[in-house]
Every structure is written in structure tokens, then in C-alpha cells.
């Protein structure tokens, strides 16, 4: 029929198959074939059709390359109500993940088969669209209207049982799914079961508060996002209009996100996340080394949730501590943390213990002899991570790869500790470790190419965004954030408080203002490493007056009830203290600061393009392969706000020019020291190219 459908008659039965890898995406090629199959089931001799998927995974979804083109013919929705309307039974055989566009194919189907291991789900929101191919409409037909807004709102995927309780999924596939599919394809031909519509079902008449509790929560959970309001209301016209009616409804909004700048960035961010994965000049062909056992040294947070992360990914882990009572403490802190995720219902009781039971601790080096990985998670200190990585160098067998977990220090001074620097790299994670998804894999200059490579298949192996990144001081994302940080506190005393500075970034979309980020890092952390330097080496007196003074009375933070703001021991909720407003004001006036109201747009432009103006350098450095894993970073580990697509895709959103100009501006105002533009974005804005241009080069 076609080179990605075909059709075959098979025992009375039309058997569509599609085959159009890696995940059988809906192009126009697919659509179309599948229009031409369905026409041909619907006048042949064949008694009922299955349409099911080869390769590995049934419909993952619309072609997500060709959004943004000009449509091409047929459209989905079409295509959807021409499969509804056949008049033969038409059965939706599922494995893999039934996704989008995907699911949205196999809900215009009369029945549904799945295997056990099949995931189904309409993940749209995430990226800044709706399901837009009747799954607003047909879904709380099939399953009600609060599982439908569930399953929109939440976009993930859930499991052929779940989606059977819903009544989205009919019967689960024993054995092989095609046959499994023509059994009941056959089944439901003998018992005389017709076609069955989702959309001639009637919607349920539901009342308006559940929408309401729907609006509230996603205003809550989704803040500043414009697809989930929209999918709520397309579901609000699916249960008060006919199908029809609610289809073009949902096709009106499909539109409307489909030009939302919010899903270009969420579109960017879902292609950048899987670029980040590529190394520029490393082949696909690169042999992996074999990781089939961890060691982690240092049982504290960090090395905790390194060693759970691993756990979790069924691969067996040592923790290393210098003591007994050290690594007591640290065991029993993982063991609290999967506590903790059994209560929120985050893993069950069972697989936690499975996991837990992965963990062994150890005191000497020797049990690291023999483990294929070894990720050293202990103080920041160059010193001890040096006499560290002799050791291990002494230990480990020949083809080990020696990982630090530094957050900041040279990893090639780290490698020359050894007489295998080819085997050393950085493995950067975020804490909390077994949560946070970005991990920052550093190359140093030594660092061999298979090691690099098992390191980033590695990482999806343990469920991590992996996104490479060159030596330098704080890599890329604690790097860029020196200066977001500054100008937090600049704007501080130079006129904000806590909460005028924190509201603007949260309202910009951060998850978390900087100042309050501070306090729940610890105020000490920084005093500790601003005492380690010289005093040329501080930077502006002026941005860190206030967090020093703060530590001098004891206030750390969140740990000590007290920092920029007060915390109730109890509940840790956060409330504004008017001594902090005191010490800012006495401080600025000790440093002859005349403090003004600074508006939420300046503050924003500040702090963000700070982080943008030091991206730029990145990119130009080499420290960073590309924009869009500056983006991934920042997106993945800070809290930057998705919808906004990262740093360096709003930069370009805002146009490159107006950035540069407010940079200047910002020079001409607060001085070249910190607002030098970075030379790449002036190179580029002279030459009218964009960061894709550069991308290209
Ligand atoms: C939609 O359906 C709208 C409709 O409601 C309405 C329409 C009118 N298109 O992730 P992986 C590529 S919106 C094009 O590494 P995994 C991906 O870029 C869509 N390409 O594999 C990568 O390419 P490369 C709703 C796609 O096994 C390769 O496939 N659907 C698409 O870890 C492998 O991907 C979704 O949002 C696509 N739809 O995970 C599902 N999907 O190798 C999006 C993937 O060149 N996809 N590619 O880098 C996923 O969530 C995951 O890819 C999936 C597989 C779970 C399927």
C-alpha cells in the first residue's frame, strides 16, 4: 500500500500495520496511508480491521517535525472520523507507548488490545498544545471527566491496566499482540458486537465545580502556562455541546497553541533535550564499556541520592564511608528517603525494598576493587578529592571510570591525581540527586571517548538528562548563575527586599525566587567559599554585604528558622522579617547606596540576562556543544521555567538585538564590570545572524 502502511486480508480479517520508525509518528505519509487502508477494509471482503504498529511501539503521536510547516492533507481529525466511522469493527492493537496522536488513533477505534507493558497517554500539554485530534472529546466520553482533565493536565502516561480500569483500554494481550488482536477482532465479529463510537457516547453531565477545581489547581501547579486552561475548556464543551460542536472547538484551540510561543519553547526544549544526548565528533559506533556495579563514596545528601539513583535503575551500588557511624548515618538516610517516597506513594513498598536493598556500604577502598564505576561524592575540597582519586587509582581495576561529582573544581587537575586520566570524567548531579533529572557530564581534557560515551548512555539508563560540558569554573550552570545571583542581591540593596525580588522572578515563571533559593542552599555555604578567596577575588562588596552580615548573626537559612526570611520551626513556611528589611537599609547606607523602587521588569532583566549574557560566553568558550543544551541545563536543574524554552531560546525569542541593547544599557548604568556584552552576541547581532546561524556554523 505504502512504504510505512501496509494491508493485508489475514483469516477474514484487515490487518493494517504501520512501520515507520523509530516511533511510528503520524506524518503525512502515515496519515495518508492509513486513510487509503481504511477506505480499502471499508469495501472489501474483510469482516473486521486491526490496525497495529511494527517496530517498537504502537503511534507515538503527530509528526512532531512537521509542526510549524503548512498543513498537509489528510488532517488527523479527518482521518480520526473516517477510522470512527467504518462500518466494520475496527480494534486498536497496543504496545510500547500509545501516545498523542497515537492514543487519540487508537481511541477512534471501536475496541482496544494492549500488552501488559503498554503505556498510553495524551502528553500535549507538555508540549504546549492539546490533544487535538478528538482526545478532548472522545476521552471523558470513554472514561468520565475528571480521568480525562487527569490524564490531559498531568500529560503522563499510564499503564494498560490503569487505562482498562478507565474504560480507555478493552482487554489485555496474551501472548502475541497481532494474533491476540485478530482473536478478538474475530470474537467481536461472532458475538454480533457492531462498531462501538466514543463519539456517539453520551458525555456526562458533571458539575461546574469540578472544573473550577480543575482551573484552581492547574493555576497552582501550571502557573503562567496557557495550554492547560485550554484543555479544560475544551473538555467544558465536550460535555455541554455535541461531539461536533466540541471538535471544532477543540480544533479552534488546537490552533490558537499551536502559534503560542509557549509551545515553540516546549517543542525546542523536547528536541534540545534529546540533541543534548549527542556528543559533537563522538560516533554512534562508540564501543560502551560494561556498567553493571557502582561505588560512591561519601554517604552525605549528595552521595545518597547519587547511589538511590542508581538503585532505582535495578544496577547495584557501594557506598564508601570513613566510618562505621558515618555510614550508619548516611544508610539511614537513604532509608528515610525511600520511606518517604513509599508514604507519597512515589514507589511501592516492594520495589523500595528491592532498591534498598541494591545499597551496600562499605569503610575500606578495597570494595571498590572490583565495581566498573566509581563516583566520588565528597566535600568540595581540591585537595581531598585529589588524594581520593589516587587512591581509587591504586584500587580500582584497569577500565573503571572514575567519576567526580564536583560541583566546581578542575577536573583535569582532579585527573592528573591518577595514572589514568583518559578514564576520569565529571558527573555533575543536582540535589536532591535521586529527584533532580539533569546530570552534567564534564569532559576533561583527557577524558577517553568510550568513557564519554558509556557515561551518556548511562545516564538514560538511570532515567537522567545528560548534557556534556567542558572544564571551566562552575561548568555551565553554576557558572552562568554567579551572575543571576549577583544581580539578586544587587537588586536587594540597591532598593528591592526578599519578597519584592523573589515575587518578580516567580511571577517571570521561576520555580523558586533566588533569594529564597539562597536560603534553603544555605547562606553559610557561600560565606565559607567568599572567606576561602582573596579579597580581589570577592567580587562586589555590594552583593554580598547583606548575605554576610546575615551569617555573622547566625542566620543561615532555612536550617537555622532564620535567613533572608523567618521559617516557622514547624512547618517550615516562610514569612517576610522586618529586621532583614533593617540590615538592608543600614548596609546600603553604609555603602553610600540611595535606594529606589526597582520595577519587576528590570529585576527580570537583570537577573535573566545575566544568565544569558555569560550563556553567550559559554557557547563561544566550547564549554557548551550548543544553545539548546545551555537551555536543557537550566530548564532540568534551576527551575527556569519550560514554557519559556531556557535561557538562550528566550533570548532569541526577544530578538537578539533588543537583548544586546538592554545590555548596554545596563553597562552605560551599573558599569562595565559586570554588563561587558559577551563579544559572541555582539558578533552576531553586527551580522544580523541568529543563534541557529551560529548553530550551523
Ligand atoms: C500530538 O500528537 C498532537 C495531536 O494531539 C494532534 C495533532 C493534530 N514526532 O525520545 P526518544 C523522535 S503531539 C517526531 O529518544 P525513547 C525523537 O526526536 C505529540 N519525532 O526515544 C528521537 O529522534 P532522534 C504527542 C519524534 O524511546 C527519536 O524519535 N506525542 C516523536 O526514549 C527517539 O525518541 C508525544 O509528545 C514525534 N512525536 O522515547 C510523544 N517522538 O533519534 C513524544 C519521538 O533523531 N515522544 N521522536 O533524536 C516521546 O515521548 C518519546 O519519544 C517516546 C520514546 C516515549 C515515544
Keep these: 500500500m505504502s512504504d510505512v502502511v501496509s494491508y493485508v486480508i489475514d483469516r477474514n480479517i484487515a490487518v493494517i500495520t504501520v512501520k515507520n520508525p523509530p516511533v511510528n509518528a503520524l506524518s503525512q505519509a502515515v496519515r495518508q496511508g492509513l486513510l487509503d487502508a481504511i477506505r480499502q477494509a471499508s469495501g472489501d471482503e474483510s469482516k473486521a480491521v486491526i490496525i497495529h504498529c511494527e517496530g517498537r511501539t504502537f503511534i507515538a503521536g503527530a509528526d512532531i517535525t512537521e509542526f510549524g510547516k503548512p498543513h498537509a492533507e489528510p488532517l488527523l481529525p479527518d482521518l480520526l472520523n473516517e477510522i470512527e466511522a467504518c462500518g466494520k469493527v475496527v480494534v486498536a492493537a497496543l504496545h510500547g507507548t500509545a501516545l498523542g496522536g497515537g492514543f487519540e488513533t487508537a481511541l477512534s477505534c471501536h475496541y482496544r488490545i494492549a500488552v501488559p507493558e503498554a503505556k498510553v497517554g495524551l502528553p500535549e500539554v507538555k508540549l504546549g498544545l492539546l490533544p487535538g485530534a478528538g482526545g478532548t472529546q472522545r476521552v471523558p466520553r470513554l472514561a468520565g471527566v475528571e480521568a480525562a482533565l487527569d490524564l490531559m493536565l498531568a500529560g503522563a502516561p499510564i499503564s494498560t491496566e490503569h487505562a482498562m480500569q478507565l474504560g480507555l483500554v478493552d482487554r489485555m494481550a496474551d501472548g502475541d499482540l497481532r494474533e491476540a488482536a485478530m482473536n478478538y477482532a474475530q470474537e467481536l465479529v461472532e458475538s454480533g458486537a457492531g462498531p462501538r ?34 484543555i479544560i475548556e475544551c473538555v467544558r464543551t465536550a460535555m455541554a455541546t455535541g461531539f461536533s460542536a466540541g471538535q471544532k472547538r477543540e480544533r479552534e484551540l488546537f490552533t490558537e497553541s499551536m502559534s503560542d510561543p509557549q509551545s515553540a519553547a516546549l517543542r525546542h526544549v523536547f528536541f534540545a533535550e534529546r540533541e543534548a544526548a549527542k556528543v559533537v565528533g563522538l560516533s554512534k559506533e562508540t564501543p560502551l564499556r560494561e556498567i553493571n556495579s557502582v561505588g560512591v563514596i561519601g554517604g552525605g545528601t549528595m552521595g545518597g541520592g547519587i547511589a538511590m539513583s542508581f538503585a532505582n535503575a535495578g544496577i547495584p551500588v557501594r557506598l564508601l564511608e570513613i566510618s562505621e ?123 577517553a571517548d568510550d568513557v564519554l560515551a558509556t557515561t551518556m548512555a548511562l545516564a538514560k539508563r538511570i532515567r537522567k538528562v545528560a548534557v556534556v560540558s567542558g572544564v571551566c569554573y562552575g561548568f555551565i550552570g553554576n557558572r552562568m548563575l554567579q551572575g543571576y545571583f549577583r544581580e539578586a542581591q544587587l537588586c536587594l540593596i540597591e532598593g528591592g527586599l526578599p519578597e519584592t525580588v523573589d515575587a518578580a522572578m516567580v511571577d517571570w515563571g521561576m520555580a523558586m525566587g533566588p533569594i529564597s533559593v539562597g536560603d534553603l542552599a544555605g547562606l553559610d555555604v557561600g560565606y565559607k567559599a567568599r572567606q576561602a578567596l582573596p579579597d580581589h577575588e570577592r567580587g562586589d562588596p555590594a552583593a554580598f554585604r547583606v548575605p554576610d552580615v546575615l551569617v555573622e548573626a547566625g542566620r543561615f537559612g532555612q536550617k537555622s528558622g532564620k535567613g533572608f526570611y523567618l521559617y516557622d520551626p514547624d512547618t517550615r513556611k516562610q514569612s517576610p522579617d522586618p529586621e532583614v528589611q533593617t540590615i538592608i537599609e543600614r548596609e546600603a547606607a553604609a555603602l553610600n547606596i540611595e535606594r529606589r523602587e526597582i520595577p519587576a521588569a528590570e529585576i527580570v532583566d537583570r537577573l535573566i540576562y545575566a544568565l544569558v549574557n555569560e550563556g553567550f560566553r559559554i557557547l563561544e568558550g566550547g ?71 551560529w548553530t550551523e556554523r
Design 623 to 693: 564549554i557548551a556543544q550548543r544553545p539548546g543544551d545551555i537551555d536543557v541545563v537550566y530548564i532540568y536543574g534551576y527551575g527556569f521555567p519550560a514554557w519559556r524554552g531556557g535561557p538562550m531560546h528566550y533570548a532569541s525569542e526577544v530578538g537578539l538585538e533588543k537583548v544586546l541593547a538592554r545590555i548596554v544599557e545596563f553597562r552605560d548604568r551599573f558599569g562595565e564590570d559586570h554588563w561587558t556584552p559577551a563579544p559572541l552576541l555582539e558578533k552576531l547581532v553586527l551580522s544580523g545572524r541568529s543563534l541557529a546561524d
Design 325 to 447: 557511624e558515618a555510614l550508619e548515618r548516611g544508610l539511614s538516610i537513604i532509608d528515610s528517603n525511600y520511606a518517604g517516597s513509599v508514604k507519597r506513594g512515589k514507589l511501592s513498598e516492594d520495589k523500595a525494598q528491592k532498591c534498598r536493598e541494591l545499597i551496600s556500604g562499605a569503610t575500606d577502598y578495597g570494595s571498590l576493587a572490583d565495581v566498573d564505576l566509581v563516583i566520588e561524592a565528597v566535600f568540595d575540597d581540591p585537595e581531598l578529592k585529589k588524594t581520593i582519586f589516587a587512591k581509587l587509582d591504586e584500587t580500582c581495576k584497569a577500565g573503571a571510570i572514575l567519576a567526580t561529582n564536583t560541583s566546581y573544581q578542575d577536573v583535569d587537575e582532579i585527573a592528573k591525581a591518577t595514572n589514568r586520566r583518559p578514564d576520569v570524567l565529571g558527573m555533575h548531579f543536582f540535589s536532591p540527586a535521586h529527584i533532580m533529572k539533569l546530570l552534567e557530564v564534564v569532559r576533561a581534557d583527557k577524558t
Design 197 to 230: 463510537r466514543a463519539s456517539e457516547m453520551d458525555g456526562e453531565s458533571v458539575d461546574d465545580a469540578v472544573f473550577d477545581a480543575a482551573a484552581a489547581m492547574v493555576a497552582k501547579r501550571a502557573r503562567g502556562q496557557s495550554a492547560p486552561p485550554r
